[in-house]
């Protein structure tokens, strides 16, 4: 596992959305020194560490979650939501600041780390909207809430935090804002009044056949063979037992089977990934793969296969109301040319399960990363690439500008 250094103690004193030098540096810490979900112990250091210095008072919660809320008097509270964690992918960018950190994973391996997501981004420009507002208290009243979130990407975080008691230790938002890089243009906004995000679910399945030698197959169930039809049979749902109008998505992201070219496996493991946006679609459609994995087993010979699921991410609904407002005040701010509003994006996110509890409305919005020189060259990595590497500026300049805008038009005066 990688040793992390001690915490930076370097610092800019600059915090106007539009130039805050202390950004880069925080950001270009956290990319160097990513950590995998619910593991991020030395980045809620440097998270506390950092509101600290902004005049905050951070809590835990949720484990590695951090938690501060800002009051500046009376008025609206106002949250902002940035995720922590990294992928265990192998970081190939080529940049100065790239990770070489490694991580134990749940299996007992050790993998590789890196913020393939852009949730370095989220972070940062989350901490330096935290040292805007705290500098800026003329300028608004009300409450502001700064959440930063672990275990986002196994769907884990967000609901931590609820049992942690997220809500009984923070106010309830009147409004809960957030934000994502993706591989568009830099320097514009997409948000989806809606539905923004789709729903994912994860399983792990088990496949069991009967193991034998490769000179008599007759006399063994071949789990690969079996795994097989299941993975070819799953991409029939989508085409034939979806609604034409509707949309779902059916990946299987890894596959693992067999001891030696001679021996027919007795054993087969593979991963399926969901993602859908109507509930009803979900459920026919998880339904189906149940049917698919036990009727390819029953018609093969072959014992009941083994489901174990790995995470259910929730609807991610913006608010229609807020979520207008929102675009509104980001043009006013950033320029309205480049906001754009468009439909939902077929990522996945467990921001739903802040929100649901107390039915708080949502505003996330996806932010552009990649500078337009770079887009005209051609394709470019996006998120969760090896190679996925936002453009510094103008990305954060742009995402710490929106998060405040967003901020203050509910908290403004």
């Known amino acids: 596992m990688?040793?992390?250094p001690d915490l930076p103690t370097e610092t800019v004193g600059s915090t106007e959305p539009t130039?805050?030098?202390?950004?880069?540096?925080?950001?270009?810490?956290?990319?160097?020194?990513?950590?995998?979900?619910?593991?991020e112990h030395h980045t809620a250091a440097f998270v506390e560490d950092r509101l600290r210095q902004a005049g905050l008072e951070p809590f835990r919660c949720g484990g590695t979650g951090v938690v501060a809320v800002l009051q500046?008097?009376?008025?609206?509270?106002?949250?902002?939501?940035?995720?922590?964690?990294?992928?265990?992918?192998?970081?190939?960018?080529g940049l100065p600041y790239s990770s070489q950190a490694t991580a134990t994973n749940e299996a007992g391996e050790t993998v590789p780390v890196m913020h393939a997501c852009g949730h370095d981004a989220h972070t940062?420009?989350?901490?330096?909207?935290?040292?805007?507002?705290?500098?800026?208290?003329?300028?608004?009243?009300g409450t502001?809430?700064?959440?930063?979130?672990?275990?986002?990407?196994?769907a884990q975080g967000a609901t931590a935090m609820v049992d942690d008691r997220l809500w009984d230790r923070a106010p309830r938002p009147d409004?809960?804002?957030?934000?994502?890089?993706?591989?568009?243009?830099?320097?514009?906004?997409q948000l989806s009044p809606g539905s923004a995000f789709s729903m994912a679910d994860a399983w792990s399945v088990q496949v069991h056949g009967v193991q034998g030698h490769a000179a008599h197959p007759h006399q063994s169930v071949d789990a690969v063979v079996l795994a097989a039809h299941m993975v070819v049979r799953m991409q029939s749902i989508v085409s034939r037992e979806v609604p034409p109008l509707e949309s779902a998505i059916?990946?299987?992201?890894?596959?693992?089977?067999?001891?030696?070219?001679?021996?027919?496996?007795?054993?087969?493991?593979?991963?399926?990934?969901?993602?859908?946006?109507d509930p009803t679609v979900r459920e026919r459609v998880l339904a189906s793969l149940r049917r698919v994995i036990s009727g390819e087993a029953h018609i093969s010979g072959a014992s009941e296969p083994e489901i174990t699921e790995l995470y259910r991410f929730p609807e991610s609904i913006n608010d229609q109301y807020h979520a207008t407002d929102t675009a509104r005040h980001l043009g006013d701010a950033l320029g309205h040319d480049r906001i754009t509003i468009t439909g939902p994006a077929t990522a996945s996110e467990d921001v739903g399960h802040l929100t649901a509890p107390l039915q708080i409305p949502?505003?996330?919005?996806?932010?552009?990363?990649?500078?337009?020189?770079?887009?005209?060259?051609?394709?470019?990595?996006?998120?969760?690439?090896?190679?996925?590497?936002?453009?510094?500026e103008p990305t954060l300049a742009m995402g710490h500008r929106a998060a405040v805008a967003a901020l203050l038009s509910v908290l403004q005066y």
């Open 2 to 4: 990688t040793t992390h």
């Open 19 to 39: 130039a805050d030098p202390q950004l880069r540096l925080d950001y270009e810490w956290l990319h160097r020194y990513p950590e995998l979900s619910t593991q």
């Open 72 to 93: 500046n008097g009376q008025g609206p509270v106002a949250a902002f939501r940035a995720d922590i964690d990294a992928l265990p992918v192998q970081e190939d960018t």
């Open 124 to 141: 940062a420009m989350a901490l330096a909207a935290a040292r805007s507002l705290a500098t800026r208290r003329d300028t608004w009243s």
């Open 144 to 154: 502001a809430v700064f959440i930063f979130q672990p275990g986002e990407e196994t």
């Open 175 to 189: 409004v809960l804002f957030a934000q994502h890089v993706t591989a568009s243009e830099a320097g514009t906004i």
């Open 250 to 277: 059916i990946s299987v992201g890894t596959i693992h089977a067999g001891l030696k070219e001679n021996i027919i496996a007795g054993r087969a493991e593979f991963t399926v990934n969901v993602r859908t946006f």
């Open 362 to 392: 949502l505003v996330y919005w996806r932010l552009g990363s990649i500078a337009a020189a770079r887009i005209n060259q051609g394709p470019v990595p996006g998120n969760h690439s090896p190679q996925f590497a936002p453009d510094p």
